[in-house]
T-cell receptor, first 113, second 114 residues
C-alpha cells in the first residue's frame, strides 16, 4: 500500500522559475493538505482541500496555488519561486479532521537560489 | 484560529527514564481532538497518539501516554522507558473540530542519552 507519495523528492530552482509538486494518495481520503517546514520549525499549513474540486487557504498561502481536480491528487504550484520558499514541503491526507490522523508523504526538499 | 503552545524547544532524557513533553492549547470548542506526531531525523511524520476531549480515560499507546487535563487545556505526552530511537522532534497538533485543519505547534526536540 503506497499511502501518500510526493513527486519530486528534491528540486533546485532559480528565482523566478515555476514548478508543480504532486501529491497522490491511494486511501480514498477526502482531505488533503500542503505544509511547509523550515529549519528548526514546525509545520505551517499552506493550503488544504476538503474534497475533490475544493481548496482553501491555510496559514501561509501567499506565493502558492493548488488544485484538486481528482480526489487522489493534490497539486501545489509555485508560479515564480523566491528564495524565501526554500523549505521542505509535506503533503498529508486524512479521512476527516476531527478525530482522524493525518498520513504524511515523505516530503519534498526545495531549494530556490 | 486554534492556538497551540509547546514551551520546551529541547529536552534531554537518560535512556530508560520517562520524559514528559508539554503541550497547551486554546479552544472554545467543547468537542475536539488532540494529536501528537514524531519526526525523526529522517524527516517523516509519524502519528503517535490521539486524545478526544470526551474520552473518559487518558490515551495510551504502548510506551506513549497522554496526561490530558481538560480544565487546564493541556495534553502532555509522556514517554516511558526512553529509547535511543525516541530521539526526534515531537509535535502537538491542537484541537480540531468540523472542517478545521490541524495547525501544528513548533515542536520539542527530544534527545535520549545513553
Amino acid at each position: 500500500n503506497a499511502g501518500v507519495t510526493q513527486t519530486p523528492k528534491f528540486r533546485v530552482l532559480k528565482t523566478g522559475q515555476s514548478m508543480t509538486l504532486l501529491c497522490a494518495q491511494d486511501m480514498n481520503h477526502e482531505y488533503m493538505y500542503w505544509y511547509r517546514q523550515d529549519p528548526g520549525m514546525g509545520l505551517r499549513l499552506i493550503h488544504y482541500s476538503v474534497g475533490e474540486g475544493t481548496t482553501a487557504k491555510g496559514e501561509v498561502p501567499d506565493g502558492y496555488n493548488v488544485s484538486r481536480l481528482k480526489k487522489q491528487n493534490f497539486l501545489l504550484g509555485l508560479e515564480s519561486a523566491a528564495p524565501s520558499q526554500t523549505s521542505v514541503y509535506f503533503c498529508a491526507s486524512s479521512f476527516g479532521t476531527s478525530g482522524y490522523e493525518q498520513y504524511f508523504g515523505p516530503g519534498t526538499r526545495l531549494t530556490v537560489t | 484560529a486554534q492556538k497551540i503552545t509547546q514551551t520546551q524547544p529541547g529536552m534531554f532524557v537518560q535512556e530508560k527514564e520517562a520524559v514528559t513533553l508539554d503541550c497547551t492549547y486554546d479552544t472554545s470548542d467543547q468537542s475536539y481532538g488532540l494529536f501528537w506526531y514524531k519526526q525523526p531525523s529522517s524527516g517523516e511524520m509519524i502519528f503517535l497518539i490521539y486524545q478526544g476531549s470526551y474520552d473518559e480515560q487518558n490515551a495510551t499507546e504502548g510506551r506513549y501516554s497522554l496526561n490530558f487535563q481538560k480544565a487546564r487545556k493541556s495534553a502532555n505526552l509522556v514517554i516511558s522507558a526512553s529509547q535511543l530511537g525516541d530521539s526526534a522532534m515531537y509535535f502537538c497538533a491542537p484541537p480540531c473540530s468540523g472542517n478545521t485543519p490541524l495547525v501544528f505547534g513548533k515542536g520539542t526536540r527530544l534527545s535520549v542519552i545513553a
